[in-house]
T-cell receptor
Framework: NAGVTQTPKFRVLKTGQSMTLLCAQD?????MYWYRQDPGMGLRLIHY???????AKGEVPDGYNVSRLKKQNFLLGLESAAPSQTSVYFC??????????FGSGTRLTVV | DAKTTQPNSMESNEEEPVHLPCNHS???????IHWYRQLPSQGPEYVIH???SNVNNRMASLAIAEDRKSSTLILHRATLRDAAVYYC???????????FGTGTRLQVTL
């Protein structure tokens, strides 16, 4: 039982390149989230999903897109990467009660 | 979202109890109090949550003030592995989002 798995774990992008971060969960949880964490700061919500086929904007959605075509997967896309998007990205899943389960993060550097 | 206030940092000796405070004077009746911790280079980890009554689990205890305007996370015997940033978060029962602050960085020394 892996919980929440994020791929890749590390990535370096050039400015203007695009990429997709994958979050997969094996807990059958309805809710999924993408956060970013900059050095010395708490996590900020980018986008989230309350169920398959639904997405919603969080606190810092600009420059990102998401899709939840399957319940177990939540994808985060960067259309045209910028240095300001250098961060650690965390995915989380939540069943509706209790606690959230977070992945181990994707460290992204945009040069 | 209602705000929480936590000390930036705290220190504890190993095998001593640790009391991590959190103030949330604007808490509403539908806000749950959640605690998460984040070990270095890892994602946040759920610790405990409660609404009105004190709660205990294998990781910690949560003591909630009678007026709910403050709470305390209690680690009964701190170990070096408990060194982390601890986040106190209010989550409305109708909301599906967690909003993180900057938390309390706990240092544990021998």
């Amino acid at each position: 039982n892996a919980g929440v798995t994020q791929t890749p774990k590390f990535r370096v992008l050039k400015t203007g390149q695009s990429m997709t971060l994958l979050c997969a969960q094996d807990m059958n949880h309805e809710y999924m989230y993408w956060y970013r964490q900059d050095p010395g700061m708490g996590l900020r919500l980018i986008h989230y999903s309350v169920g398959e086929g639904t997405t919603a904007k969080g606190e810092v959605p600009d420059g990102y897109n998401v899709s939840r075509l399957k319940k177990q997967n939540f994808l985060l896309g960067l259309e045209s990467a910028a240095p300001s998007q250098t961060s650690v990205y965390f995915c989380a899943a939540y069943p509706g009660v209790g606690g959230y389960t977070f992945g181990s993060g994707t460290r992204l550097t945009v040069v | 979202d209602a705000k929480t206030t936590q000390p930036n940092s705290m220190e504890s000796n190993e095998e001593e109890p640790v009391h991590l405070p959190c103030n949330h004077s604007t808490i509403s009746g539908t806000d749950y109090i959640h605690w998460y911790r984040q070990l270095p280079s890892q994602g946040p980890e759920y610790v405990i949550h409660g609404l009105t009554s004190n709660v205990n689990n294998r990781m910690a205890s949560l003591a909630i003030a009678e007026d709910r305007k403050s709470s305390t996370l209690i680690l009964h015997r701190a170990t070096l592995r408990d060194a982390a940033v601890y986040y106190c978060i209010l989550r409305d029962i109708t909301a599906s989002k967690l909003t993180f602050g900057t938390g309390t960085r706990l240092q544990v020394t021998l």
